[in-house]
């Protein structure tokens, strides 16, 4: 079975201070793994995604992402907040043989101007 | 925009009613996701229909139904709602039948639904 956890329901950074956001998965097989960005009344957009093709992720807004099998993470960075990063971000994985998605409980962001 | 769309956007009724919510996919895909978010729960995958079949089921109640139709649009059907019913209810979309790297998934804006 899949899963992930998020650490840290709310984290605050300043602007143009580094964005750290904590994901650990745990999965049986090699998993997919997703960041996913929810602005305010809007719908989920993809981030970035894990393909195995390499560890370091890059994603759109300047997010990148990092696997690594040892720790079971793929944490969420950014070298320098900006204030339209406020929003909520969730991780997500999936086995390979499976079909469900599974959402961590996400990460609320607030920039401090 | 994702291209996936979503109605109503809004919908408010009242404990022990039925509602229908509809999301249409984006064009080429056949998967349609159906998910559950509320603030105690966070995001809950409900089900999941591939081309017309049923594909995978998260925690979807009994009262809860879905269908994909030939079109490929889908329905969810909520019945004798509750008030813990109240969340807002996001559809995605995808192109094959697995979720993977390469099947991401595009999630549409969502309807909130009220139960008074």
């Known amino acids: 079975a899949q899963s992930v956890t998020q650490l840290g329901s709310h984290v605050s950074v300043s602007e143009g201070a580094l964005v750290l956001l904590r994901c650990n998965y745990s999965?049986?097989?090699?998993?997919?793994l997703f960041w996913y960005v929810q602005y305010p009344n809007q719908g989920l957009q993809l981030l970035l995604k894990?393909?195995?093709?390499?560890?370091l992720v890059k994603g759109i807004n300047g997010f990148e992402a990092e696997f690594k099998k040892s720790e079971t993470s793929f944490h969420l960075t950014k070298p320098s907040a900006h204030m339209r990063d406020a929003a909520e971000y969730f991780c997500a994985v999936s086995g390979n043989t499976g079909n469900q998605f599974y959402f961590g409980t996400g990460t609320s962001l607030t920039v401090i101007p | 925009d994702s291209g996936v769309t979503q109605t109503p956007k809004h919908l408010i009724t009242a404990t022990g009613q039925r509602v229908t919510l509809r999301c249409s996919p984006r064009s080429g895909d056949l998967s349609v996701y159906w998910y559950q978010q509320s603030l105690d729960q966070g995001l809950q995958f409900l089900i999941q229909?591939?081309?017309?079949?049923?594909?995978a089921k998260g925690n979807i109640l009994e009262r809860f139904s879905a269908q994909q139709f030939p079109d490929l649009h889908s329905e969810l059907n909520l019945s004798s709602l509750e008030l813990g019913d109240s969340a807002l209810y996001f559809c995605?979309?995808?192109?094959?039948?697995?979720?993977?790297?390469?099947?991401?998934?595009?999630f549409g804006p969502g309807t909130r639904l009220t139960v008074l």
């Open positions: 229909y591939y081309n017309g079949e049923e594909r």
């Open positions: 995605a979309s995808s192109p094959g039948p697995t979720p993977s790297s390469y099947n991401e998934q595009f």
């Open positions: 999965s049986s097989v090699p998993p997919y």
């Open positions: 894990y393909t195995s093709a390499a560890t």
